[in-house]
């Protein structure tokens, strides 16, 4: 590929940016990449919108990992949700690493054992943080491990669940911890109501980037031709069968449901060790 050419190079990504985004199929911007991403370098704060699965985290990501200088908890993103916020750990750790940078990531999430999670702060000093704003907190105001002097990037992923009801108290608690007046604040989510926008008000001079479904089907982006079928297998075969359809088909990414939680502890270390990349979601 004639990288002078590429989509992404063309927003100001840098090359080995670009070069991890390939080993991963990548080589087109979504609309919200290219919309966001540039916004992002030229050190604008910005509220973003737009539907689920168009790319919203490695929009940010992308902008932040060429901003960023490696230091510890330099980056911090809170999510609503553990389950979220060990997914863009993982990303971003994988992201840095296949771009030749050495900033390590760490989850903090409640329900995790935060002795644990305070020995990793203190012995890896990662420099992207991404947790439950409840444990990011904590971290701050009970265990005394985490003090953001160094934060210069806020991320508030799924920033309308966030605002909600639910998490708000959590979330305005651990933004008051901070010094806003310094940080670059990047808010996404796939919805936006009036309360969650109220919310942002500390945010004074932003960027909006709103991606609607119906501007994506006008534009006809990233159409994809879906074929349906499906394989009949007996039930000590299923998961052979898996491994075999996992290799043979052309899968970016995929998901698997299970009806059990035993049944993902089975199948996470035999997809492993046939090198396919897996994580566990489940409750």
Not at 78 to 100: C, H, S
Not at 162 to 182: A, M
Not at 225 to 234: D, Q, R, T, W
Request: proline share 6%.
């Amino acid at each position: 590929m004639d990288n002078s050419k590429h989509g992404f190079l063309k927003l100001g990504v840098s090359e080995p940016l670009i070069q991890a985004l390939l080993k991963e199929r990548i080589e087109t911007p979504t609309p919200i990449q290219a919309a966001a991403i540039p916004k992002i370098l030229a050190g604008a704060d910005i509220i973003a919108t737009a539907p689920t699965g168009t790319g919203k985290t490695l929009a940010y990501l992308l902008g932040i990992l060429q901003r960023m200088e490696g230091n510890f908890a330099e980056t911090v993103i809170v999510t609503p949700t553990p389950e979220l916020a060990m997914q863009i750990a993982r990303v971003a750790g994988n992201l840095a690493k296949d771009a030749g940078l050495s900033f390590k990531s760490l989850g903090l999430v409640h329900g995790a054992n935060p002795r644990r999670q305070t020995d990793k702060l203190k012995k890896e000093k990662p420099a992207i943080l991404v947790g439950t704003p409840q444990r990011l907190r904590e971290m701050i105001t009970k265990y005394g491990a985490l003090k953001p002097v160094n934060t210069r990037f806020l991320v508030l992923d799924e920033f309308d669940l966030l605002l909600s009801p639910q998490h708000q108290d959590d979330t305005v608690s651990f933004i008051k911890l901070l010094d806003v007046s310094n940080l670059q604040i990047l808010a996404f989510s796939a919805t936006s109501t009036t309360r969650a926008k109220e919310q942002l008000s500390f945010l004074k001079d932003f960027q909006r980037v709103d991606i609607s479904p119906a501007s994506l089907s006008e534009k006809g982006a990233q159409r994809t031709a879906a074929s349906h079928f499906y394989v009949v297998a007996p039930f000590r075969e299923k998961l052979s069968k898996l491994k075999q359809l996992t290799h043979r088909l052309p899968i970016n990414r995929g998901l698997v449901f299970m009806a059990e939680r035993s049944a993902l502890d089975r199948a996470l270390p035999k997809l492993a060790y046939e090198q396919i990349k897996v994580g566990i979601l489940s409750a």
